[in-house]
Nanobody
Framework: QLQLVESGGGLVQPGGSLRLSCTAS????????IGWFRQAPGKEREGVSC??????????NYADSVKGRFTISRDNAKNTVYLQMNSLEPEDTAVYYC?????????????????????WGKGTLVTVSS
């Protein structure tokens, strides 16, 4: 059974850091484009960052709101994709989801919940508050 599991969420003060992990069972993450998405209370789910497979160059894409603060990366030996989040702001508070989808440039460059993402985890909550 294909399964994605997110971990690493929690409560952090503004300006702090967290690293989220997305681990797969039943399939190899590096065969897919992987995306991180988030959904804040009362808002729609939005794309945060996406990455292509290593074979496709590991191309990355970030939402404007997180550029320069968040970094997506792969550890293929651990079948895991990370989202390093620095300089966190209260506006980053949300449930964060990882998803796996078609390893194509349009999927990575669009990084949208509505395009090309086939498998989803259940999410991990990130709360940024003092």
């Amino acid at each position: 059974q294909l399964q994605l599991v997110e971990s690493g969420g929690g409560l952090v003060q503004p300006g702090g850091s967290l690293r989220l992990s997305c681990t797969a069972s039943g399939f190899t993450l590096d065969y897919y484009a992987i995306g991180w998405f988030r959904q804040a209370p009362g808002k729609e789910r939005e794309g945060v960052s996406c990455i292509s497979s290593s074979g496709s160059g590991g191309i990355t894409n970030y939402a404007d709101s997180v550029k320069g603060r968040f970094t997506i990366s792969r550890d293929n030996a651990k079948n895991t994709v990370y989202l390093q989040m620095n300089s966190l702001e209260p506006e980053d508070t949300a449930v964060y989801y990882c998803a796996a989808g078609d390893d194509t440039i349009p999927v990575v460059s669009t990084c949208s919940v509505d395009y090309g993402m086939d498998y989803w985890g259940k999410g991990t909550l990130v709360t940024v508050s003092s």
